[in-house]
Structures are given as C-alpha cells and as structure tokens.
C-alpha cells in the first residue's frame, strides 16, 4: 500500500496498491524507486522529466538512431554509461585537485607565518644572546641553543596540533556515524616532516649568523 503525507490531517493518507515486479542492483542518481508510466504515482505527482536511462545492447547504435531527436530538439542531451562515469570521474578529479591545492596553499602559508614569527623572535634576543656569549657560551653552543628553543616551540605546536585535529575530526566523526573515518597519517607526517626540516635548514643559518658575529658589535648595538 502507498500513501502520501497529508499535512492538513497531520497523517499519512493512503493512495492506492504498487506491486513490486523487482529490485534494482544498482542505484542512479540517488533513485529510491522506479515507476511505470502508467502508474497513478506518475500522475499524482506530476513530475518533471529531466533525465530519460534507455536499455540498449548497443550504445553507439542507439545515439545513431536518436540523433535526430537532438537535431530537432537542441536543448536535449544524449549520452552513454560509460561516458557518464568517465566525466563524473573526471568532475572528482578536478574537485579534489582543487581542494588539495587549497589546503597545501594554506599549510604553506602557515609554515612561512611560523618561521617568520620565529625568525623575528630570535633576532630580537641578539642581546641575551651577546650577554650568554660574554659568560662563556661557545658560537656552537649559541647555534645548538637557539636550534633547541626553536625546535622545542615546533615540535610542541605540532604535537599540540595535531593532538587537537584529531579530537575535532572525531567529534565530527559522531555527527555522521555511518562514513568511516581515515586518518591520513603519511600525508601529516610528511607534512610535520618537511616543516621540521625546513626549521633546521633556517634557523641553523641563523643562529651561525648570529654566533659568528663580532661580540663588541653586538653589545654595542644591544
């Protein structure tokens, strides 16, 4: 037995008998169920038709025959299966590529803030660092002091950040139980990988910059 929902009634109100002939393998375009034309739900909901599917043992016989519909009528499409799932593939592959290159943008951008603020940081303490230098820290003291502030600061806002986006990702994880969840773990490592050492590569420089500068220079300028 079908039924419709009748609001004024606040029920369900039925419309008549549908007989099951058969169930569909496969589900297209999100299709809960198909009807015949014939049917008094076709009538009843006076639908709009946007997509036709024809059964054909051969597609390129088919659109031959059906080319003078779309000759006649411009605005009409016709197609195949296969050309379907190729252009929806192909539709995915431009979303996602779209999206990645989002995300590497914006982990750049992040990347570059952090060594920035560091770098900014570390130039500010030259006269700390001058003052460490005159009670007897060695230049490759200074530069394994400063690698061990910076990497100490890195290592905890990546512990830190990650520790976090797996908590928010798992809370999401509840709102929508039913899609499993995987954690990319090669692309974070990667990731946390490339940013650690790109800190070493900068901040080594920098602090054999700073170490190999002239002592009496620096607490002049202190």
């Given at each position: 037995m079908a039924g419709t929902y009748d609001v004024p009634l606040q029920q369900a109100v039925p419309i008549g008998e549908v007989q099951v002939i058969g169930i569909a393998p496969n589900h297209y375009f999100n299709i809960d169920f198909y009807v015949d034309w014939s049917s008094f739900v076709v009538a009843l909901d006076s639908?709009?038709?946007?997509?036709?599917?024809?059964?054909?043992?051969?597609?390129?016989?088919?659109?031959?025959?059906?080319?003078?519909?779309?000759?006649?009528?411009?605005?009409l499409k016709f197609t195949d299966k296969a050309?379907?799932?190729?252009?929806?593939?192909?539709?995915?592959?431009?979303?996602?590529?779209?999206?990645?290159?989002?995300?590497?943008?914006?982990?750049?951008?992040?990347?570059?803030?952090?060594?920035?603020?560091?770098?900014?940081?570390?130039?500010?303490?030259?006269?700390?660092?001058?003052?460490?230098?005159?009670?007897?820290?060695?230049?490759?003291?200074?530069?394994?002091?400063?690698?061990?502030?910076?990497?100490?600061?890195?290592?905890?806002?990546?512990?830190?950040?990650?520790?976090?986006?797996?908590?928010?990702?798992r809370m999401l994880g509840f709102i929508d139980e039913g899609s499993p969840m995987v954690y990319d773990s090669f692309t974070l490592g990667i990731t946390s990988l490339v940013f650690l050492v790109a800190t070493l590569v900068v901040f080594t420089l920098q602090g054999y910059w700073i170490s190999r500068k002239k002592l009496a220079n620096e607490i002049v300028d202190m």
């Amino acid at each position: 037995m079908a039924g419709t929902y009748d609001v004024p009634l606040q029920q369900a109100v039925p419309i008549g008998e549908v007989q099951v002939i058969g169930i569909a393998p496969n589900h297209y375009f999100n299709i809960d169920f198909y009807v015949d034309w014939s049917s008094f739900v076709v009538a009843l909901d006076s639908p709009v038709i946007t997509d036709i599917m024809l059964e054909a043992t051969d597609s390129e016989q088919a659109l031959a025959e059906l080319a003078y519909l779309e000759e006649r009528w411009p605005a009409l499409k016709f197609t195949d299966k296969a050309t379907i799932i190729e252009q929806s593939k192909e539709m995915t592959f431009q979303r996602w590529s779209l999206f990645v290159g989002v995300f590497v943008i914006l982990i750049a951008a992040t990347c570059l803030g952090a060594l920035q603020t560091l770098l900014h940081s570390i130039y500010a303490k030259r006269g700390d660092y001058a003052i460490q230098r005159l009670i007897g820290l060695s230049p490759n003291g200074l530069m394994k002091l400063i690698l061990t502030q910076v990497l100490s600061f890195v290592l905890y806002g990546l512990t830190v950040g990650t520790l976090l986006g797996i908590l928010l990702t798992r809370m999401l994880g509840f709102i929508d139980e039913g899609s499993p969840m995987v954690y990319d773990s090669f692309t974070l490592g990667i990731t946390s990988l490339v940013f650690l050492v790109a800190t070493l590569v900068v901040f080594t420089l920098q602090g054999y910059w700073i170490s190999r500068k002239k002592l009496a220079n620096e607490i002049v300028d202190m």
